[in-house]
């Protein structure tokens, strides 16, 4: 190894091929089908359009340095039963927020008309994650917003039932918010134009509640209804973001600004990529020097997959056909699976994951039943960060926010010159269904990083004076995709280590 040098191939390639392998490397989050894994921010300046003077940004907090809260909040969480008989015996406070919009299925999306989606998915998926957390000694209060116009007293009372002793329980419901249709021109799309419903706007309102009870948390856990988010999942967030925010005070304490991966490789490469698009790195980037403003745009990400149940009379579509879509995947011939990695150190264990009592989801899950969700290996990158941070993969972002890894298709590995690194694609971003951060990184987002704020009032230019417009995003943008990841400029990593 003493020998080995950045221009190894073979090394690089390798660590591009563990993406297969990633989501058992990172802590992984799971869904009734669906499942996610681990990502930190920068404390950029208010990003408005040229030519035109910042905003000045409603503050929420007092201007108070905050570069130490992150190491509190991991103590917090992380601490054991005995230390608080001897430091502040105050409790790990949570606001664990799910958004729901239907109290019952309507047979789409593979789903049967009429089940109970509130008590055989939401609710056993809810309970999960709040007793892990419980059982950590944190206190935990649930807010619970629903689409559906009213959430009966027993129904209400079946929740509470089955949440652990002492956990708190507030309800929203008929909490679609209304708007009028407009233009891109803002202005209404019909002369008779009504009031009508803004099922999209949904997925904004946790922001309302994040918001109000801003000072009561130290952490704010916000997911769809069909999200599995434990406590692991949330020490995991806290341990990547500590190192993240370490290494960018390294930075910032360093004679040239910048923060470097020990005992680095040699880098004996005499030609450097160049950017294909707006991004201002290329796509070969490794073991570089970074500065302590690209480490305030990391983030630990989550990245979905989907447990897949074929426990029909049928066989489930991806299993269908010869070969099977899942032996048969996309870009096979360029980047086939690691076997080699598997053998030698393991690989994802589903019950970490998926191992939930609960008649949505499948008994006894093996590893080849997961499937990634809304994304491949085309759209991801590998770089080793400074610190411990280490090697992480990397997921789509902005190109004008990108603060560089070295790309799975760098060198045209797809054997298509023409082919980009995907950015704003769609299937392939990655969506996450949700977000976690602390009080601090919630500042930070609305104060700092997204342009027009991350919490209410959703007004001014940033919104063209109407957030409710689809331009401004549907359900994704809300939920923690479009917006963190694009407008905020925040860059997902997914630690390998």
Not at 21 to 26: R, T
Request: hydrophobic letters at 35%; one cysteine or more.
């Amino acid at each position: 190894m003493a020998s080995a040098t950045i221009a190894d191939r073979p090394r690089l390639w390798r660590s591009m091929l563990l993406f297969t392998a990633l989501v058992c490397c990172s802590i992984v989050l799971c869904m009734h089908e669906k499942l996610i894994v681990f990502s930190h921010a920068e404390d950029q300046e208010q990003v408005t359009a040229e030519g035109t003077e910042p905003m000045m940004r409603r503050r929420l907090s007092d201007d108070v340095n905050h570069d130490m809260d992150l190491e509190h909040v991991l103590h917090l969480a992380t601490r054991t039963a005995e230390d608080t008989f001897t430091e502040d015996p105050s409790p790990f406070r949570v606001l664990f927020i799910v958004t729901t919009l239907s109290e019952y299925d309507k047979g789409t999306r593979g789903t049967v008309n009429g089940a109970d989606r509130l008590k055989d998915l939401v609710l056993p998926l809810l309970v999960d994650g709040v007793e892990s957390m419980v059982h950590r000694g944190w206190s935990v209060d649930v807010y619970l917003i629903c689409g559906f116009e009213e959430l009966k007293e027993s129904r209400r009372q079946m929740i509470q039932d089955a949440l652990p002793t002492g956990v708190g329980l507030e309800v929203w419901d008929d909490a679609i918010p209304y708007y009028y249709v407009k233009k891109f021109n803002q202005q209404l799309k019909r002369p008779d134009q009504t009031i009508e419903f803004a099922p999209h706007g949904l997925s904004r309102q946790h922001r309302f509640v994040v918001r109000d009870k801003l000072m009561e948390y130290d952490f704010y856990v916000a997911f769809e209804d069909d999200i599995r988010v434990t406590a692991d999942h949330v020490v995991n967030f806290l341990e990547m973001s500590t190192q993240i925010d370490r290494m960018r005070r390294a930075a910032e304490h360093s004679p040239d600004g910048k923060a470097r991966v020990e005992d680095a490789l040699e880098d004996s490469r005499t030609v450097r990529g160049k950017s294909m698009d707006k991004a201002r790195v290329g796509n070969d980037l490794v073991q570089d020097p970074m500065t302590a403003d690209e480490l305030r745009r990391l983030w630990p990400g989550f990245i979905r997959a989907e447990v897949v149940d074929n426990r029909g009379e049928q066989p489930h579509q991806l299993l269908e056909g010869s070969p099977p879509a899942l032996d048969n995947f996309k870009w096979k011939q360029f980047v086939p699976a690691s076997m080699d990695y598997e053998q030698s150190f393991g690989t994802i264990d589903p019950n970490v994951c998926c191992d939930l009592d609960s008649p949505r989801t499948p008994p006894n899950p093996t590893k080849d039943d997961l499937v990634l969700w809304e994304t491949d290996i085309s759209a991801t990158g590998v770089r080793h960060y400074p610190g411990e941070i280490g090697w992480a993969a990397t997921m789509p972002v902005e190109d004008k926010a990108d603060v560089g890894s070295y790309w799975s298709g760098e060198g045209n590995a797809y054997n298509d010159p023409s082919f980009k690194r995907p950015r704003r694609v769609d299937a392939l971003l990655g969506q996450q269904a949700g977000w976690m951060a602390t009080r601090s990184q919630v500042l930070y987002f609305h104060e700092h990083a997204c342009p027009g704020g991350f919490l209410p009032h959703f007004d001014g230019k940033d919104w063209y004076s109407d957030s409710l417009q689809t331009r401004n995003g549907a359900v994704e943008f809300w939920s923690g995709g479009f917006q963190l990841f694009g407008r905020c400029r925040l860059n997902r990593i997914l630690s390998l280590d």
